[in-house]
């Protein structure tokens, strides 16, 4: 079976700098890798989603994540963090095909300092 | 575009009573809808997968008698708790997808409280 692990539950990141949430996954093969963002009161929304390819993948907001098959990764990545980041964080895997729903890690709560 | 609703956005209902929610794609057909329940400050799990015009696939350890999917259209799916007791409290969100390996989008989740 599939899983995901996000070993981080809460990151606290200053203002104006970097961040890098972890997530890490089990699958017998390459999966389709997805990260998500929730906000209070809004639905997950997608910020950028890996199939194949390049395996530096760029999304919304300012956000990148790369694929790394030998290290089961897929880091997201903001060279510059807003206040308006903050959120919860989901990585998210799924074979891609059928009728598969996606597996979800834990989450990751980012919380931004002035 | 790609914009998912779910209604109502949040309900409130006694213990022993059945509890309907709706998940509708907006601007696209959804060939498959999928529920997944989410606890407080925990992750989202897949409850069950509906194809439109057919019975919905449950996971493992969901009760199929007790959250009833239909999804009798392309652009509607509904899920309905029933008999609801305390322990179904929680926030229920609806995902949609066009098509096989198609991205899914996420209806903005129905939060359930049962007294």
């Known amino acids: 079976a599939q899983s995901v692990t996000q070993p981080d539950i809460h990151i606290t990141v200053s203002e104006g700098a970097s961040l890098e949430l972890r997530c890490n996954y089990s699958y017998g093969a390459t999966p389709y890798l997805f990260w998500y963002v929730q906000s209070p009161g809004q639905g997950l929304q997608l910020l950028l989603k890996?199939?194949?390819?390049?395996?530096l993948v760029q999304g919304i907001k300012g956000f990148e994540a790369e694929f790394k098959r030998s290290q089961s990764s897929f880091n997201l990545r903001k060279p510059s963090v807003h206040w308006s980041d903050a959120a919860e964080y989901f990585c998210?895997?799924?074979?891609?095909?059928?009728?598969?729903?996606?597996?979800f890690g834990k989450g990751t709560h980012l919380i931004i300092q002035p | 575009g790609a914009v998912v609703s779910q209604h109502p956005s949040w309900v409130i209902c006694k213990s022993g009573t059945s509890v309907k929610i709706e998940c509708r794609s907006l601007?696209?057909?959804?060939?498959?809808m999928f529920w997944y329940r989410q606890f407080p400050k925990q992750s989202l799990m897949l409850m069950a997968t509906?194809?439109?015009?057919?019975?919905?696939?449950?996971e493992q350890g969901v009760e199929k008698d007790k959250f009833l999917i239909n999804h009798a259209s392309l652009t509607l799916s509904t899920l309905t708790v029933t008999s609801a007791h305390p322990e179904d409290s929680s926030f229920y969100i609806c995902s949609a997808r066009y098509n096989v390996g198609e991205t899914q989008y996420f209806g903005p989740g129905t939060r359930l409280l049962v007294l």
């Open positions: 601007d696209f057909q959804a060939t498959t």
């Open positions: 890996y199939f194949s390819g390049d395996t």
């Open positions: 998210a895997v799924n074979s891609g095909g059928g009728a598969d729903g996606l597996t």
């Open positions: 509906s194809n439109e015009g057919s019975k919905a696939t449950y």
